[in-house]
């Protein structure tokens, strides 16, 4: 396999789940998200291993999904905005059966069917929702290809690692961005199978999995189970970046997915005009890399926060704000992408001002 | 030998079994089983000619049964 | 006349001891019993994988001693499907669901799954209502009959006639195997279990989609003692869920 390939967001994660042994895709093509459907489709018969299913509705590819994984397969899926709620139900079945998912959720814009322009709005219905029945899943928040590529394999090991559902949260504007992507920096080793997989006993006493139970301490047994497994996975790396501009009360941006990269241009613009700010992008939402979001807040005492929607993003973070730090928002909604010029306006007169 | 030996402890009593069977030797006896439900028995067993239908409908699987089948002469 | 005597009825091995929670003349026990025999007869209870929907199916796991996957409301044959994309030929996947689930939420479902022809045994228990729910209306409950959410009966007026949904199914192209028996009759059981065995036939040698649809009783739900379900059930869907084989590979569809 060559080591660099010109590719965009959902190509980019295609091609890294087929490097991290990912066994079947099953999707259902739905704008936003269907490139990654084509992609992977295209690159079926050359994939030993790899299948690619279309289903008829979303819920069933992930409860296709569901039977393959339990037979012993590393599956993925991929949904839109509208379909969340298939995604939300997904998950609280596989976290209940203890079995590993990586979900590709593209954003667009809402309410309704809405549009097919990016959004970062189903930052809640995730984060909130993935909690149905106390399940929950980690949400890892790529903004650029490469980014993509390192997070589906991580995504993939966390699900491995932790026989858990994991969503790879994009935006739709995100998923259309095209880089050269180097795959040789992902570092991709085989991940190992944890799992007996359900291919009938095979001399083996019988497995059942059930997500049924009837009884309140087995049920207890099961959260407290769960409970664990979220403590694990929050001993994990946290994920994020942290573009530092060398001067450590310089004012602090926060961003993910294409705010993120805009954010950076308008930053490097700004640059030129003598303001230097700085940009922490957490790559998860959950696990929320916490700790390195109050150290970068610690000197700052002014807080940029871009989000495009009505700020969810502000509802995700401001529990680690302290209340000395001076908040600015800036939203764009309707599938506007926050165009440089505007993010540097916006900085330049809010630093201005604020001083 | 026993021809028709009932699982009493599985037996619920629906009296499927009294209701298929062609020489009406299962009746529903006053008898309660540890579940609390009048449990089915045999009146007699010689008179069972091994046909299976209790066995065949009966929803717990509580019978089993065996037919009486005459050894043939050597020759 | 020397005697000697030959069992023709007992325990099947592939059901486990524990206790069914099913209610006093269920017939869901009928199938269960029916399934492990055909398990058995096969030799199949180390590589079948059986799939279980929502309702009273939900606790199969628990009283078959084989491999089981209990699937979410509607789901049952989209994780069937995932199983036998996985295990491929080197093993059966059957799946065992109620009317409610199959036909009512699970119907896209259980359409696509038919069209794309997995490789898989379906077993529909139709019990006229959805038992576990507690007695509703189903997409099969009959035209006036009396269920939860419908007191004073099924309209016809407000929801319709309802259909043969195993005989829609012969006219997809790749159903191979598709067949019907009453689940508490004792000469339609009988069939059944040869149905059953055929179904799971045809699938690991034709790797076909076969269905058999087993018409039970729910004497709870019915409110009848269950001899008076028996009665009720055979004599009220005589007309639209008629016994017999509908498709064969070799045959096609007949009747």
Redesign the interface.
């Known amino acids: 396999m060559e080591k660099k390939r010109l590719l965009k967001g959902t190509e980019s994660i295609g091609e890294s789940a087929i490097r991290s042994g990912c ?2 895709f ?1 999707g259902y093509p739905v704008p936003t998200q269907s490139d990654l459907l084509e992609f992977l489709a295209g690159r079926e018969t050359e994939t030993p291993g790899f ?1 690619v ?1 279309q ?3 979303p ?15 590393r ?1 993925m899926t991929a949904v839109n905005s509208i379909d969340v709620p298939d995604c939300i ?1 997904a998950v609280s ?1 596989f976290s209940a059966a203890d079995l590993p998912l990586v979900c590709v959720v593209i954003s667009q814009n809402g309410p309704g069917t809405g549009n097919i322009y990016p959004a970062q709005s189903d930052t809640l219905s995730l984060l909130g929702g993935t909690r149905l029945g106390d399940g929950f899943a980690p949400i890892l928040t790529p903004a650029t290809p490469s980014d993509m590529a390192a997070a589906t394999y991580r995504a993939f090991q966390l699900a491995e690692g932790h026989q858990m559902p994991v969503i790879i949260l994009v935006d739709a504007a995100c998923a259309q961005l095209v880089e050269t992507v180097d795959f040789s920096t992902v570092g991709y080793r085989e991940i190992p199978a944890r799992r007996t ?7 083996n006493p ?7 139970e009837l009884d309140i301490e087995k049920m207890a047994d099961r959260k407290a189970r769960l409970e664990a497994k979220k403590a694990a996975l929050l001993e994990e790396t946290p994920l994020f970046k942290m573009d530092d501009a060398g001067d450590d009360d310089a004012p602090l941006l926060v961003a993910f997915g294409i705010a993120a990269v805009q954010a950076r241009r308008a930053m490097d613009a700004l640059k030129g005009e003598g303001i230097a700010c700085r940009l922490f992008e957490p790559l998860a939402l959950f696990p929320f890399p916490e700790a390195a979001f109050r150290e970068a807040l610690e000197k700052a005492g002014r807080l940029f926060i871009l989000d495009m929607s009505d700020g969810q993003f502000d509802a995700v973070i401001e529990k680690y704000i302290p209340e000395s730090v001076s908040v600015f928002n800036f939203y764009t909604t309707g599938g506007a992408v926050p165009r440089v010029e505007q993010i540097q306006s916006w900085l330049q007169q809010e630093i201005a001002s604020s001083h | 030998m026993k021809r028709v030996i009932i699982d009493q402890q599985r037996c619920k009593g629906c009296g499927l079994c009294a209701q298929v069977c062609p020489r009406k030797i299962l009746v529903l006896s006053g008898m309660i089983n540890i579940n609390g439900y009048h449990v089915v028995a045999c009146t007699d067993e010689e008179l069972c000619m091994g046909c299976g239908n209790c066995a065949t409908v009966c929803p717990v699987t509580a019978f089993e049964i065996y037919k009486p089948v005459p050894i043939a002469a050597a020759l | 006349m020397d005697l000697k005597f030959e069992q023709i009825a007992g325990f099947p091995k592939s059901l486990s001891e524990t206790p069914q929670h099913f209610c006093p003349g269920c017939t869901h026990g009928v199938n269960t019993r029916l399934l492990a025999e055909a398990i058995d007869a096969m030799q ?6 059986g ?1 279980c929907g929502v309702g009273c199916s ?2 199969l ?2 009283y078959l ?8 409301p ?2 049952a044959l ?10 491929g030929d ?3 996947v059957f799946a065992y669901v109620g009317e409610g689930d199959l036909y009512g939420r699970g119907m ?2 259980l ?2 799954t038919a069209i794309r022809g997995e490789a898989l045994s379906v077993f529909c228990a139709n019990n006229l209502n959805t038992g576990m729910s507690g007695g509703h209306m189903s997409p099969t409950s009959l035209v006036g009959q009396k269920t939860a959410s419908t007191p004073e009966g099924k309209s016809a007026v407000k929801y319709g006639i309802p259909i043969d949904f195993t005989r829609l199914l012969t006219d997809i192209p790749k159903t191979s195997f598709i067949a019907r028996f009453k689940g508490f009759t004792a000469g339609d059981i009988k069939k059944g279990r040869e149905y059953i065995k055929r179904s799971l036939l045809v699938q690991k040698y034709q790797r076909g989609f076969t269905f058999v649809e087993i018409l039970g009783i729910c004497p709870t739900n019915l409110e009848m003692p269950p001899t008076k379900a028996v009665q009720w059930v055979k004599a009220s869907t005589s007309g639209i869920y008629p016994s017999g084989i509908l498709k064969t590979p070799e045959m096609g569809r007949i009747q």
């Open positions: 066994t079947a099953y299948s299913y289903s008829e509705d819920q069933s590819a992930f409860f296709m999904a569901y039977g393959a994984a339990a037979a012993g397969g599956v139900r079945y997989p359900i291919r009938g006993k095979r001399g019988k497995t059942s999995l059930t997500t049924l | 199949v209870s180390e590589t079948i994988v799939v939900a606790l796991p628990d001693d084989i491999d089981m996957v209990a699937a979410p509607g789901q989209s994780v069937a499907s995932g199983l036998a994309h996985e295990i080197s093993g059966l896209s479902t359409m696509h």
